[in-house]
């Protein structure tokens, strides 16, 4: 990529100074965006679980007109009193709670009263209702007696503690916090012994079909962590093709959970382990085998140890991802409560936002923890590989390479069985009744869930935060890697930019309500739109993305910066004619990996779809909800094959790309 | 080869026929889009915006779904800034609550005098209009009982039986209208003490409680669980399908709730909201709703519906929806605490 065109001096230095100004202006813009989309909406989340409303029945003030002149009833809190009346029966009042003053007041005190004065002496008002019409501050209404048997009393809004005590002390609530770490530590033990098996497999073998293998091990990122639990319930349900081997337990509760999530947790733990494994150094085993260790002390002395950063690392991302997944739990949860599944409850079955965001808070603890730990693991694993290092080459054993294709079959089965089975059911007329094929199943209009309409804005979706998600991702990263100066601004984005990792997604979506579904909050017309779910799965997929870019970016020499400002170029013709050619390989990366994940995710855009924006995930978990579970699977199916032909789309690209714009590597 | 390619022309002419005939009818009337919250079943909603756009082509309906708690929540939780302009199919308890925050439109739709009285709102002109009664039943699913040796129940308390545990599942009330209308049915019939101590009894067997007052007719219909509390609607539907499945009126009677429409406060389209108005509680409409559904606002227009038992509005409850909409919340508070406790798998 030589630079064709030479720039007159006097315009450069002029081009210098917009190039200061440009990528100040950009560092702001990302740094900005990342606050709006992620800091503010979280800090309102926090700020909504102390909200707490609470009748004030001493708030207001009563008087009757009787026997021609106006007499002083007291305060409400007295007729409560008197009376030993229970405010909203005895229950913690919500929002919503309402008291019909006429039920605090008895017929025979009315008696003879022909006009009501009452007043709100709250400092904020609105504490009585009439018809829909709300009390000013110090508002005095004026009822007649038919008037005052609508009047109602609502609950006053403060801030307090209140919500974290009646959550502790609700213990269906409170289990769902030991039930969360059972299933995440459980799966976590299940999962990185067999992902750790695959990899050794697929590394340290001879094993025929590897290709084969490592394709099949990255099935599931392509589908939601629904179709999992419906492929269960075909596999394991009451009328389950392989139920007599669960031996009379239920699939229903945390078997299924485990079960599904060892599924959709599997191709991460493997890919990071993968790495960790394939990084070994040969010369270690060479050493091993000239002071005759056995094999199995090789494996526990050098194998292992090596790994170990990798291995930490998958164990706190499995951990990670399960704790946070609510699709698994929805659909073969049955009556186990976890917490992500708790949020939509609260939120969407009971509107009970001030508690969602209660249990968002708690679920924020152990994903932040798993996060911290799992950064410094990560961090450490790359400090092993030296530059001296020799790659290892397995060798061929018979019996080791068929017993490892044997693990791997199994491993295969297990995760195509379930695939099928989602296939097949989506194409029986009617399971178990009716085993005729039809597509009677793909009729998504005669369902809940927002019919076809669903799938393409799925894909509309997608394709616009693959887009714009590629380039501000790339964009911010390219600052952070090799921008000079700005340090402080660039340090602030490079935290920001790792927070997304630590959310779950659950609490994203609900923080996004909080924040945007405000009238007072200027961006409030976002709320329901495209936009809104584009922006939130850009800001929900973020860290990984940034950390594949910061990746590609820290292979290029800093001396491309130099001698692009030596000779006196804009900053942006080095970036679109050198930076962006060189890295399009990681860019196309980042860009499959948000179209994959915009595909399948639920938790976010659970809270933010609306009736013309309905997507395809949310489709899957609607259907399966109203139980139509056999749509639900064809569903899933359908954003498989979608993810699918990305990725086909992708590998193509990337490869006219490559031979392209990087014949260079070759000569 | 050639039938294909000719058909294919002959679609194509046949669309540019029909998109040119839409740009002549949207040259003629800018189409009016009504966003409409109901809680209506999903497969159906398309087959009532067609019905009533056979009438009315330049009123476009947008649809928004979802169970009845759900609905009504998210009419609450916007009653600053409402988003729906008229709701179509929603439960008479719900509607209730909402004219009570002040969400609703009085409005006296044309043919009022033909409706039942039970099917109106008190007030002249009436906040809300019925449609039809959608009432509970129990889905049998024989198959999977004679597998596991389960007798047909004949009532509601033949549920509570020890031989059904693990065997029902029935509609969570905090999300489904189906579900709130079965526990208020039976406060109501065997009076608050003995009722909760009946819940008691019945949870003992339940093994799910789901979000959707369908799914338990559903899942019985896929012989997921032998036993599904939901309505009789679903239950006729599945019936329909090739389920193998029993509809069972409990003999102690049947809770039921009205499916109502109102217009919403503050619509930008208060004409045509009330022209959807006058066409909801029409002949035409009255005769859509009693496909599916047996009895239904206008009850000298009822004829019988396939699969529907005949004994059904017998046993509908004398249901009182001002006592339902008054104690909705205490109700699914104290439920709540009961149940949702016990969230331990059972087994």
């Keep these: 990529m030589a630079v064709q065109v030479a720039v007159p001096p006097a315009r450069a230095g002029l081009a210098l100074k917009a190039d200061v100004w440009l990528t100040r202006g950009f560092i702001v813009a990302i740094i900005l965006y990342l606050v709006v989309a992620l800091a503010l909406p979280l800090a309102t989340l926090l700020q909504k679980s102390f909200e707490v409303y609470e009748f004030r029945p001493e708030k207001v003030a009563l008087a009757f007109y009787r026997d021609g002149a106006w007499q002083d009833a007291g305060r409400l809190s007295e007729w409560v009193e008197r009376r030993g009346y229970v405010l909203n029966d005895g229950l913690r009042a919500s929002e919503r709670s309402r008291e019909r003053f006429v039920d605090i007041i008895p017929k025979r005190e009315r008696r003879g009263v022909e006009r009501f004065r009452v007043t709100d002496l709250s400092a904020g008002g609105g504490l009585l209702l009439l018809e829909g019409r709300l009390s000013e501050p110090g508002e005095t209404f004026e009822l007649s007696r038919r008037e005052f048997s609508r009047l109602r009393l609502r609950p006053e809004a403060r801030f307090g503690f209140d919500n974290y005590r009646y959550y502790f002390a609700t213990p269906a609530l409170r289990s769902s916090i030991t039930n969360s770490l059972f299933i995440a530590t459980l799966t976590t033990l299940i999962v990185i012994p067999i992902a750790f098996g695959y990899a050794y497999a697929l590394t340290r073998s001879c094993m025929p079909m590897k290709g084969f293998f490592k394709l099949v091990a990255l099935v599931p990122i392509l589908v939601p962590s629904l179709l999992p639990g419906i492929g269960l319930v075909y596999l394991f349900g009451k009328q389950g093709v392989l139920t007599p081997l669960l031996f009379g337990y239920d699939i229903y509760g945390p078997i299924g959970i485990v079960m599904a999530s060892a599924f959709f947790t599997f191709p991460h733990a493997f890919l990071i382990i993968l790495t960790a494994l394939s990084i070994a150094d040969a010369r270690l085993y060479e050493a091993a085998l000239s002071l005759r260790a056995s094999p199995a002390r090789i494996f526990w002395t050098v194998t292992l140890p090596g790994a170990r950063y990798g291995l930490i690392s998958a164990a706190f991302v499995v951990f990670t991802l399960v704790i946070t997944d609510f699709g698994v739990p929805k659909v073969v949860g049955g009556t186990y409560n976890v917490l992500a599944l708790d949020i939509y409850k609260q939120v969407i079955g009971q509107q009970n936002f001030q508690i969602g965001a209660v249990v968002s808070v708690v679920l924020l603890f152990p994903a932040a923890v798993a996060f911290a730990v799992d950064r410094m693991a990560s961090r450490r694993q790359v400090a092993l590989l030296t530059a001296r290092a020799v790659p290892l080459q397995p060798e061929p054993k018979r019996r080791f390479d068929l017993l490892m294709l044997g693990f791997c079959g199994l491993v295969a089965v297990y995760i195509l069985g379930i695939l099928i089975m989602c296939q097949l059911a989506a194409l029986f007329t009617f399971w178990p009744y009716n085993l005729t094929f039809s597509l009677k199943n793909y009729d998504f209009d005669r369902m809940d869930g927002g019919g076809w309409a669903s799938y393409w804005n799925s894909v509309e979706m997608a394709s616009w935060t693959a887009l714009i998600g590629t380039a501000i991702v790339f964009s911010g990263a390219y600052i952070v890697e090799k921008i000079r100066g700005l340090f402080a601004a660039r340090q602030g984005f490079q935290l920001l930019a790792m927070m997304p990792m630590a959310v779950p997604g659950m609490v994203l979506g609900l923080s996004y309500i909080f924040f945007f579904n405000n009238p007072a909050n200027p961006l409030s017309f976002l709320y329901g739109t495209m936009a809104i779910l584009v922006i939130s799965t850009i800001v929900h997929f973020y860290t990984v993305s940034h950390l594949t870019a910061v990746t590609a970016l820290k292979q290029m020499d800093a001396e491309f910066e130099a001698v692009s400002e030596s000779l006196k170029q804009p900053l942006w013709r080095m970036f679109t004619r050198v930076t962006v050619p060189v890295c399009l390989p990681a860019i196309l990366d980042i860009a499959i990996y948000l179209f994959v994940n915009a595909m399948t995710t639920v938790s976010a855009v659970v809270f933010l779809y609306s009736t013309r924006t309905t997507l395809a995930s949310v489709a899957v978990l609607n259907m399966d909800d109203a139980g139509d579970i056999a749509p639900a699977a064809a569903m899933g199916m359908m954003i498989f094959y979608t993810n699918v032909a990305a990725r086909l789309i992708q590998t193509l690209l990337a490869r006219a790309v490559l031979a392209r714009t990087q014949a260079w590597r070759r000569r | ?347």
Aim: charged share 25%; proline share 6%; hydrophobic share 45%.
């Design chain 2, 1 to 347: 080869m050639t039938t294909t390619s000719e058909r294919l022309v002959r679609g194509l002419r046949l669309s540019a026929l029909a998109s040119a005939m839409v740009l002549i009818a949207l040259g003629a009337r800018a189409q009016v889009e009504l966003t409409v919250y109901t809680a209506v079943e999903a497969e159906d909603l398309k087959k009532y915006a067609a019905r009533f756009n056979e009438d009315h082509p330049d009123i476009k309906i947008n649809w928004v779904r979802d169970s009845t708690g759900i609905i009504t929540a998210k009419l609450l939780a916007e009653k600053d800034n409402p988003q729906a302009d008229v709701i179509w199919g929603l439960a008479a308890t719900s509607l209730l609550l909402l004219k009570a925050e002040g969400l609703l439109e009085p409005y006296a739709p044309k043919g009022l005098e033909r409706l039942d009285p039970k099917f109106r709102d008190k007030a002249d002109p009436p906040y809300w209009v019925g449609m039809d009664a959608w009432v509970a039943a129990i889905c049998f699913n024989t198959v999977e009982a004679e597998k596991a040796g389960l007798p047909m129940p004949k009532s509601w308390w033949d549920l509570t039986d020890p031989v059904y545990k693990g065997a029902v599942a029935m509609p969570n009330p905090n999300s489904s209208g189906t579900g709130f209308l079965d526990v208020s049915s039976w406060l109501q019939m065997f009076g608050e003490e003995r009722g909760w101590e009946f819940m008691d009894k019945l949870h003992e067997n339940i093994a799910y409680y789901t979000h959707s007052g369908s799914k338990p007719c559903k899942d019985a219909a896929r012989g997921e669980i032998p036993i599904g509390i939901s309505f009789a609607f679903r239950a006729a539907r599945s019936k329909e399908a090739g389920a193998p499945i029993e509809i069972i009126i409990p003999e102690e009677g049947i809770g039921w709730d009205m499916e109502a429409a109102a217009i919403v406060v503050d619509t930008d389209y208060p004409e045509e909201a009330r022209i959807l108005m006058d066409w909801i509680i029409s002949e035409k409409a009255m005769r859509m709703y009693n496909e599916g559904y047996a009895v239904i606002g206008i009850t000298e227009l009822a004829k019988p519906v396939k699969y529907f038992p005949e004994n059904i509005i017998d046993a509908m409850i004398d249901n009182d929806f001002e006592w339902a909409a008054r104690n909705r919340e205490r109700i699914l508070a104290e439920w709540s605490r009961r149940y949702e406790g016990k969230s331990l798998p059972r087994n």
